[in-house]
């Protein structure tokens, strides 16, 4: 099993970067993707899912808005599209998996994750 993130790099208060995703070792279509993010000096916090089984999605609200996630199963690969980057969005950024039909804030916080992938940095500056 593997998670692959990238996309992440420097980018100006005001700009956009997307994530990718990339999975491998799992049946993609029956697990939900989450993006989480970690600042220096905070505790993880999720940012946003996707079910690849019917496509239902979830923002945290520091992200509504600005963020979009997508899935194209055909890759196995999931994007997050982060417009209107803010400072305070800086974070190293992951991705992770759980087989389930399920994206909810329910299933990023208290079910629980099955896989991670390495972390990809974004860094905004103001």
């Known amino acids: 099993v593997q998670l692959q993130a990238s996309g992440g790099g420097l980018v100006q208060a005001g700009g956009s970067l997307r994530l990718s995703c990339a999975a491998s070792?799992?049946?993609?279509?029956?697990?939900?993707i989450g993006w989480f993010r970690q600042a220096p000096g905070k505790e993880r916090e999720e940012v946003s899912c996707?079910?690849?089984?019917?496509?239902?999605?979830y923002y945290a609200d520091p992200v509504k808005g600005r963020f979009t996630i997508s899935s194209d199963n055909a890759k196995n690969t999931v994007y997050l599209q982060m417009n209107s980057l803010k400072p305070e969005d800086t974070a190293v950024y992951y991705c992770?998996?759980?087989?389930?039909?399920?994206?909810?804030?329910?299933?990023?916080?208290?079910?629980?994750?099955?896989?991670w992938g390495k972390g990809t940095q974004v860094t905004v500056s103001s």
């Open positions: 996707i079910s690849s089984s019917d496509g239902t999605t």
């Open positions: 070792g799992f049946t993609f279509a029956d697990h939900t």
């Open positions: 992770a998996a759980v087989q389930l039909g399920l994206c909810s804030q329910k299933v990023l916080v208290i079910y629980g994750m099955d896989y």
